[in-house]
């Protein structure tokens, strides 16, 4: 009985790591940070676009010539199809975020599904044809069919190396002071040009920090790419 019950708690506890952890592998891998490559890290952004934050974000990587990865969530793209559009032209990567932005560990496969496909066929048709080949999970919460599924619509699953917390409106200064000190090699940065609630919702500190934040990693030695396939 003993035992029994140790197997049990076990299964659960693995079931709870791959649940809530966004980097587990117990569902499936996530990529989390670059391979092999000593001196370069990689800025995300998710929950976009928005109207105020992406066009101020995406000047600023224009301006400096760092390429970065968005993980868009589809009702977005549908209500600001000209901003995913800025997105590919500038020769960013695009990523599935899903449509709805709900938990999806929460929900069965067909929902999860449905959630995944109609993310990439909005960004897809909003960027004039660029079918996204990685998928963020909202939260990093998955289940034990999230990621195959992603896999079936050709995309990578992709978790974080370090997130800051930058939805919480910390200040600018706090945002850059966390990513620039919390970079690793190889780090997947986690921040938003978008709120997955509320589709105006303020993202100018994730904004007004991005030039430092990239000043900042350049000062460690640190290069800026985009995502492996």
Known sequence: MIGLGL??????SLAAHGTWY???WIFGAALHRLPGVDDVVSLTFDDGPNPQATPVILDVLRREGVPATFFILGRHADRWPSLVRRVADEGHQLGNHGY??????RR???????DLTRGTDAITGASGGVRPRHFRAPHGFR????????RTLGQRTVGWSLGVWDSARPGTGEIVRRSVAGML?????????GDGYDPE???RQTADALPLIIDGLR???FRFATLPA
């Open 185 to 193: 090699a190889g780090s997947i940065l986690l921040l938003h040009d």
């Open 201 to 203: 919702g303020d993202r």
């Open 219 to 221: 000062a460690r030695g």
């Open 108 to 114: 069965g496969p067909a929902y999860v599904r449905d």
């Open 7 to 12: 197997v049990g708690l076990a299964a659960a």
């Open 143 to 150: 289940s034990p069919w999230v990621t195959s599924i992603a």
């Open 22 to 24: 966004r980097n587990s």
């Open 100 to 105: 709805w932005h709900r938990k999806l560990h």
